[in-house]
């Protein structure tokens, strides 16, 4: 009975959950889908990301059959010559592209060859968990696969972005890891940093603990082992030296959608605990047992609370920082592979009860989601998810989330940067809740919980440091205090 073998069995379930869902998936577009659909057909048409006329006109002849918008061409041109190349880097459509060829070759959707690409790394992954993973009991290994499935790791499977392609790499690299295989361990984390520089912090910690063994245990034979290390880890810098080479800067998302001066408490807590998008909202009690490992002074936990720390302040340079997502935030997306390195050895170690008790609260916190997640649109992003509504609606006083998310949740609308209105509110078909307003003497936008009698009011009178502000129908207005004599 034992040779039923369990974890293949598991497998095969999770392979024929895949299936339902790529036949139910609503196939469409989603962010910057357009751009890397551009880069797929160039590296089909000539193994290059330089996007040519034959590459547009390719882009276009898809548009009937299959949705996509005729928009820009997300382009940007180059001195050393050449059609134009895309602002994000290549290496997610590289991995598409093989699905792209089978699916023209026969006359299917083109637009589907991300939700394959992105279900083929959902499969790898759960592989590598179950049946590549020998330094964890088969237990462990199959309970760690109900815990990756009952996660959000579904989310962004029909996401035309490198999302799962982060996730998974990120996943398998810090598995390998694990299982003390440092070479694949190294190049597998590198190359998640592809798309998404901030998951360059992994590889470069484990660089940094092989420079410690090399300086505390020196021989020839690591100091080997550290050079080829060395050179695996090199692979963070392809996409640098790429854009480098073609325009004389390292990222042209970089230059133009980062700034360091908005990074702050506020942004890179919201990653953690705002109620739309945030980690904790989403994984809560892989988020509790990260916290209760700390406190065990585990070194894996305290690694991964630093690490996911540190994608948060990178991540929070971007500039929108309400951009298309599906539920959980992109940035925080791929914080849970860290987040469940955490707590590797603590799986290892706890009972069959312990497990099951876990993976039940997993679940039961998770499937809500789940369901959810199934019901949301692309354009959900500009709306207040249900955990948000309902503080707004009893306590609006202790939801403040960051200017940009509250604009464009409140109005439903994306904003250009720098372009939103400068003022809104929130109401609940009967009250303002909350407005927020721009404060033009000081430079930034304030919060106000008001709840006057009804839409219909004509003004709320708020004071605010030498300045009196009215929120009324046609706008708000402003003028200095009388100083009392």
Request: glycine content about 4%; hydrophobic content about 45%; aromatic content about 18%.
């Amino acid at each position: 009975m034992q040779n039923l073998n369990i974890p293949r069995l598991t497998f095969l379930l999770i392979i024929l959950l895949a299936a339902i869902l790529l036949n139910n998936t609503n196939y469409q577009l989603y962010g910057d889908g357009s751009e890397y659909f551009q880069m797929i057909i160039s590296l089909k048409n000539h193994l290059s990301p330089d996007l040519r006329l034959e590459d547009k006109l390719e882009y276009i002849a898809n548009f009937p059959g299959c949705g996509i918008p005729l928009n820009a061409y997300f382009t940007a041109l180059s001195d050393r010559g050449g059609g134009g190349f895309c602002w994000h880097f290549w290496a997610y459509p590289l991995i598409c592209t093989p699905v792209y060829i089978i699916l023209k070759f026969l006359h299917l959707n083109p637009v589907m060859t991300f939700t394959i690409t992105n279900m083929l790394l959902i499969l790898l992954l759960f592989w590598w968990i179950l049946f590549n993973n020998k330094a964890m009991s088969e237990k462990t290994r199959l309970f760690l696969a109900g815990i990756t499935l009952f996660s959000p790791l579904w989310f962004y499977y029909p996401w035309t972005h490198p999302e799962v392609f982060t996730f998974v790499l990120l996943y398998i690299g810090l598995l390998e890891y694990y299982n003390k295989r440092k070479y694949s361990a190294v190049f597998l984390t590198a190359v998640s940093s592809l798309q998404n520089p901030a998951a360059a912090v992994v590889p470069f910690f484990m660089m940094l603990y092989e420079i410690y063994l090399l300086i505390k245990d020196y021989s020839i034979k690591r100091l080997k082992e550290f050079a080829l290390l060395t050179i695996l880890s090199t692979t963070v810098f392809i996409p640098y030296i790429f854009y480098y080479y073609y325009f004389g800067k390292f990222s042209l998302i970089g230059e133009y959608s980062t700034n360091l001066h908005t990074i702050s408490f506020a942004k890179i807590a919201s990653l953690f605990t705002d109620l739309n998008f945030g980690l904790a909202i989403y994984v809560p009690v892989l988020c509790v047992l990260v916290l209760y490992r700390i406190f065990k002074r585990d070194k894996y936990a305290i690694l991964a609370a630093i690490t996911v720390f540190l994608f948060a302040v990178i991540d929070a340079a971007q500039l929108n920082w309400n951009p298309g997502i599906m539920l959980i935030h992109r940035y925080s997306y791929w914080m849970i592979p860290v987040l469940i390195f955490g707590c590797f050895d603590y799986f290892q170690k706890i009972s069959l009860k312990s497990k099951f008790v876990i993976l039940l609260l997993t679940i039961i916190t998770i499937t809500p989601w789940l369901f959810y997640s199934s019901t949301v649109s692309a354009k959900h992003s500009t709306k207040f998810q249900p955990l948000a509504q309902i503080a707004l609606n009893t306590f609006p006083q202790l939801y403040n989330p960051q200017e940009e998310v509250f604009i464009e949740r409140c109005t439903g609308n994306e904003f250009a940067i720098n372009k939103q209105p400068e003022s809104c509110s929130y109401n609940n078909g009967r009250k303002i809740l909350k407005t927020i307003f721009y404060d033009a003497e000081n430079k930034k936008y304030l919060y106000i919980n008001s709840a006057p009698a009804s839409l219909s009011e004509i003004k709320i009178k708020i004071r605010h440091k030498n300045y009196i502000y009215y929120i009324g129908i046609n706008g708000i207005t402003k003028e200095k205090r009388r100083k009392n004599k």
